[in-house]
């Protein structure tokens, strides 16, 4: 008896093909090898449609003796972080399946893969690097709460530019320190900076390397040492920051950030089931695999904001935001 059903052109059945990329997909959701390491030190998962900005204050208040105190309303700043959907815009048609090997077809799943890891990618630093709701302090649209005996009011900005934040001069290693001060301040730990550039702005800070010249010009520095044979490798500090290369920053720009906690929330989908990258099946209920496509529900926003800092070189004078974030 004759078997029917779609097939690749080397005989493959469509529908084992559909139940391999399953297991696929659920093997990628579920192996947090598969998670890169910045996700997972700056990212928490919540699957609510708010999150709580984490530097929230609850502070003593003197009560009198024999009374129970006057019950104080969580100051809690509640920060929306919205949930859209992003499909990879090619389907598995029938055509496509049919004119096509197995391995072709296993290529392309693999290839949504690698496309789903720089969706998550871009959205996390969509919402870290743009001067937004979404990022980092702008005190027009999030003023800092206080922080011991700083105080802050709606001009503070986590978004400054080069030359101490005037611009109209291209970046030194002063903005350097400048810019550890706007995460110090709001009570963050001088132990565990990180900062994050590309290569092109990797070979301006090497330009910089006079600033760490000896007293003595006849004796080195341990950091001169380790530019004339690594230059600014990974694990080199600059003022307290560890650097690491990251091509996802453009150029003209610098991430500065704490790690002491997550400061991103990424919000996933309710249902456990619908998380993480999907491949929705077509509507054949014959062959699941044909007209079937690949999407993800994810959200992102800053939620410690003044963990970080974005820092943008300019001869002009005001902020830009990087271009590549945005979604057609």
Same mark, same amino acid.
């Given at each position: 008896?004759?078997?029917?059903?779609?097939?690749? &052109?080397?005989?493959?059945?469509?529908? =084992?093909?559909?139940?391999?990329?399953?297991?696929? $997909?659920?093997?990628?959701?579920?192996?947090?090898?598969?998670?890169?390491?910045?996700?997972?030190?700056?990212?928490?998962? $919540?699957?609510?449609?708010?999150?709580?900005?984490?530097?929230?204050?609850?502070?003593?208040?003197?009560?009198?003796?024999?009374?129970?105190?006057?019950?104080?309303?969580?100051?809690?700043?509640? $920060?929306?972080?919205?949930?859209?959907?992003?499909?990879?815009?090619?389907?598995?048609?029938?055509?496509? $399946?049919?004119?096509?090997?197995?391995?072709?077809?296993?290529?392309?799943?693999?290839?949504?893969?690698?496309?789903?890891?720089?969706?998550?990618?871009?959205? #996390?630093?969509?919402?870290?690097?743009?001067?937004?709701?979404?990022?980092?302090?702008?005190?027009?649209? #999030?003023?800092?709460?206080?922080?011991?005996?700083?105080?802050?009011?709606?001009?503070?900005?986590?978004?400054?530019?080069?030359?101490?934040?005037?611009?109209?001069?291209?970046?030194?290693?002063?903005?350097?320190?400048?810019?550890?001060?706007?995460?110090?301040?709001?009570?963050?730990?001088?132990?565990?900076?990180?900062? #994050?550039?590309?290569?092109?702005? &990797?070979?301006?800070?090497?330009?910089?390397?006079?600033?760490?010249?000896?007293?003595?010009?006849?004796?080195?520095?341990?950091? =001169?040492?380790?530019?004339?044979?690594?230059?600014?490798?990974?694990?080199?500090?600059?003022?307290?920051?560890?650097?690491?290369?990251?091509?996802?920053?453009?150029?003209?720009?610098?991430?500065?950030?704490?790690?002491?906690?997550?400061?991103?929330?990424?919000?996933?989908?309710?249902?456990?089931?619908?998380?993480?990258?999907?491949? &929705?099946?077509?509507?054949? =209920?014959?062959?699941?695999?044909?007209?079937?496509?690949?999407?993800?529900?994810?959200?992102?926003?800053? &939620?410690?904001?003044?963990?970080?800092?974005?820092?943008?070189?300019?001869?002009?004078?005001?902020?830009?935001?990087?271009?590549?974030?945005?979604?057609?």
């Amino acid at each position: 008896m004759a078997e029917y059903g779609i097939r690749t &052109i080397d005989n493959i059945r469509a529908n =084992s093909l559909y139940d391999k990329y399953i297991g696929w $997909i659920d093997e990628y959701n579920s192996n947090p090898e598969y998670v890169a390491d910045f996700i997972q030190r700056v990212g928490v998962k $919540i699957d609510k449609p708010n999150a709580v900005l984490s530097e929230a204050p609850m502070e003593f208040v003197e009560t009198a003796e024999l009374f129970m105190p006057d019950w104080q309303k969580a100051k809690e700043t509640v $920060i929306p972080v919205e949930l859209k959907y992003f499909a990879l815009g090619q389907a598995f048609s029938r055509r496509f $399946i049919q004119s096509n090997t197995a391995r072709v077809l296993d290529e392309r799943t693999k290839k949504a893969i690698a496309a789903d890891q720089r969706l998550v990618m871009k959205k #996390y630093f969509g919402a870290m690097l743009k001067n937004a709701s979404t990022g980092f302090y702008n005190g027009a649209i #999030y003023t800092p709460p206080l922080y011991k005996n700083n105080t802050f009011d709606s001009a503070h900005q986590h978004y400054v530019l080069s030359n101490l934040g005037v611009g109209d001069a291209a970046w030194d290693i002063d903005d350097i320190r400048w810019v550890k001060e706007h995460i110090l301040e709001h009570g963050y730990s001088a132990l565990n900076l990180h900062m #994050y550039a590309n290569a092109n702005t &990797i070979r301006d800070i090497e330009g910089w390397a006079t600033w760490i010249a000896s007293a003595t010009p006849t004796v080195p520095t341990s950091l =001169s040492d380790t530019l004339a044979t690594e230059g600014f490798a990974r694990g080199v500090s600059i003022e307290g920051f560890v650097l690491h290369h990251e091509e996802w920053i453009p150029d003209d720009y610098m991430l500065f950030v704490s790690l002491d906690e997550p400061c991103v929330a990424e919000r996933v989908h309710p249902n456990p089931s619908a998380r993480g990258l999907n491949l &929705i099946p077509g509507r054949n =209920s014959n062959c699941q695999l044909e007209d079937s496509y690949y999407e993800r529900s994810i959200g992102t926003a800053v &939620i410690g904001k003044g963990a970080g800092v974005v820092l943008y070189n300019t001869t002009g004078s005001s902020w830009e935001n990087p271009e590549g974030f945005d979604f057609d």
